[in-house]
């Protein structure tokens, strides 16, 4: 008796903890006094149960700090080869060591591995992404013991193998280990009897990992088992847990609002307190009506959202909106037009109403202050990943002197024009001079090539002030070049062939998915022949299909199926599960896929489809762009200057 008054709750229900022990671990006796509280929890419900994140050892604090350093001296490289030279050099200035072989042979340690830039990634300007740090040994050993308490079909060696080429990132690794456990004869027996299928790690709601619990007023809330890293709890708990809070947060809003303004309608119609539109006539209460300023036409919320939905993506623009104010005329139906309108107040009150009524405001704004900026008349930068925009003047003063003509470059000048009129060639280019002044008496040419002039002036001008552009917008913040509007990368070069980044996307999207990664020095390596028992460097033995250790004594070659075939003979054995020693993996299927995903994100960033030339290109490197050029191979280059960069090269050789 005692005992239990002493470990009872201060309300005095001695037997509560017994009762509340299966709906939460968070009520049960039986944990040590001496732990933090947040150590007591089984599954994690709400973000405050988080545990704080310890700070990484010093050896890894170090190791991240340098991986920065070199991901800044080298933004071209992946960060891949940083971490595999990183894990592979002393302690001791290694730092220094690895710069110093990256700057002198590149190519024993790159390997064609190349960053290359993709314009969809909202976290572009990030050089070191998370998921590519060094991590802890407590946060590998609790990512390794998920791994293999899911994926139980799996041997150790395989998911450490699979976990090694993905930095033992978990939400990464996961639909590779899926698709391995799928292959497997317990997954085969366990789909049969008990018709399980592999859940992606995109269904957050079945995720395996999320657990629906009974919460105190009784409703069921998605909860996360704790993997005994509070790094990992927290980096789930934000992938898996936040987004389903965040929408039944918005669904129930929803629902609230909805149920109010039921229990108004059925309120005011009982009291006879309704108002009739004079846009659709409908009858609506009191919260949900507006009025214009002049005339007083009342006018209810929903028809405000239509309109603002049609004057924003239809073609209500010119009717509905007032440019100035960034108010909706009155939409109400009268024998004579209502010249008055309706407030941004009241839109906004209106829009809130809607489920997309914050996006729909953005829009709104965005799309005013760009009829502002037009009819302002000033010259403008734009952002080309967002509607951002900037005075021209911040980066082009208006006091800005004109170039000079180098006087440096006159002489030279006048002995190729004399060269030229004593060489063979003096009838082309006397005949092309006449072609040029006859040309010049056209009015509609000489304001062509004035343009084109003066847009070569204004682009050397940016670039002697540099041609960075650093959006301010906080929800893009992408950095770009003045001069041809594509992402800033050190070191830029203008006008590079869009093909030859995509040819590299394609390339290294291709070599990531055929890769392997040795789980004990982290060696990248793909298989090109050969059996499927590789030997790292390292002394690592493994299994190419199945990523198994087969190091072990008493395996090798004991691992793959020891029934008579063919050398060569990839087919898979009828009389047992083992791997086969020459099975190849559909390595075309997976190339096809990886080139038609690299290929997707470069429609999208570029905006336009591949062309029958470009696709030549990028089969055989050359295609019908680098065939048939004539004398073309003489000109910088190697291709016919258009006129832009013509003026260009004008400008900047004759031009202080």
Known sequence: MFLSSFLGNPTGRRGSFRSNKPRSSRHSPEVSPSRPRNHDLEYLSDETQLAPVDEPPPDVLDLNKNLEVLAVLF?????????????????????????DKLLKNPGEFVKGRRRAGDHSSSDSNTLVPQTEVFRTTGYKDAVRALAMQEFKGLSKSSVDAVLSESNYSYLDARPTLVDLSSKSWKFTISSLFFRRKP????????????????????????????????????????????????????????????LAISLLTEEAEANEATYECSCCYADVIFEEITTCGTEGHIVCFNCVRHSISEAIFGQGWQRSIEKETGALRCPAVASVECISSVSSEHIYRAMRGEKNGDEILRKLD??????????????????????????????????????KLRSSNIPNIVIILICLILSPLSFLVLLLGLVCVFLCLSRSFRECGSRHFRAALTRYQRRCRGLKFICQNPVCARSSCLSCSKAWVDIHVCHESSLVALRTQVEQAMSMAIKRVCPRCNTSFVKTAGCNK????????????????????????????????????????????????WEAENTEEILR?????????????????????????????????????????????????????????IVENLFI
């Open 75 to 99: 933004p071209d490289i992946q960060v891949e080869v940083f971490r595999e030279m990183l894990a592979s050099f002393s302690e001791e200035s290694r730092l220094f060591i690895i710069t």
């Open 199 to 258: 859940v992606t790690s995109t269904e957050a709601e079945t995720h395996p990992l999320i657990t629906w619990r009974s919460s105190d007023d009784g409703s069921m809330v998605p909860t996360l088992k704790v993997t005994g890293s509070a790094e990992l709890d927290r980096e789930l708990f934000e992938e898996l847990i936040m987004p389903l809070k965040r929408r039944e947060q918005l669904s129930r809003e929803e629902s609230d609002r909805a």
């Open 366 to 403: 965005q799309r005013l202050a760009e009829h502002g900026l037009l009819s302002s008349g000033l010259p403008l930068i734009r952002c080309p990943f967002c509607s951002y925009a900037e005075v021209d003047d911040l980066y082009m003063p208006a006091n800005t002197s004109m170039p």
């Open 534 to 581: 590789l030997t790292c460097p390292c002394g690592y033995k493994m299994c190419y299909v199945c990523r198994k250790d087969i190091g072990v004594s008493n395996e090798g070659y004991q691992h793959f199926c020891q029934h008579f075939r063919p050398e060569g003979d990839g087919r898979r054995c009828r009389e047992c599960n083992k791997c086969n020693l």
């Open 593 to 649: 896929k990886a080139k038609a995903e690299a290929e997707r994100k470069w429609r999208e960033s570029e905006s336009r489809e591949l062309s029958d030339a470009e696709k030549a290109y990028l089969e055989d490197g050359v295609g019908s762009l680098g065939r048939d050029r004539g004398l073309v191979w003489m000109l910088p280059g190697g291709k016919i200057p258009s006129i832009e960069e013509f003026c260009d090269f």
